[in-house]
Nanobody, 124 residues
Framework: QVQLVESGGGLVQAGGSLRLSCAAS????????MGWVLQAPVKERDVVAT????????YYTDSVKDRFTISRDNAKNTVYLQLNSLKPEDTAVYYC?????????????????WGQGTQVTVSS
């Protein structure tokens, strides 16, 4: 099992940047593919970035490609999401999540372990 705790959210103006972190406990962290999942008000959770267990492979949805960067440091049991060129429509609760299968899993229901979420609010 793995426990996940996100941090780094906040209020930022459009065009700004934030760096989210997700600290994992448990020695099995490096066996999980990781994802960042957004949930905007009255919308379903949306997987926007994923990374393989080794960090070699990543995936981004079109809406965040070239603006967000996912990375991980298995020595620190941490996964990151760098958010650049933020837009008001990026406003959401950001969750990190783990699945034991593959970084190609793109549905939130594929993810077994979840953090509590961190709020990102982008003002116009």
């Amino acid at each position: 099992q793995v426990q996940l705790v996100e941090s780094g959210g906040g209020l930022v103006q459009a065009g700004g940047s934030l760096r989210l972190s997700c600290a994992a406990s448990g020695r099995t962290f490096r066996s999980f593919a990781m994802g960042w999942v957004l949930q905007a008000p009255v919308k379903e959770r949306d997987v926007v970035a994923t990374i393989s267990w080794s960090g070699t492979f990543t995936y981004y949805t079109d809406s965040v490609k070239d603006r967000f960067t996912i990375s991980r440091d298995n020595a620190k049991n941490t996964v990151y999401l760098q958010l650049n060129s933020l837009k008001p429509e990026d406003t959401a609760v950001y969750y990190c999540a783990a699945n034991s299968h593959s970084y190609t899993r793109l549905y939130y229901s594929d993810y077994t372990y979840w953090g509590q979420g961190t709020q990102v609010t982008v003002s116009s």
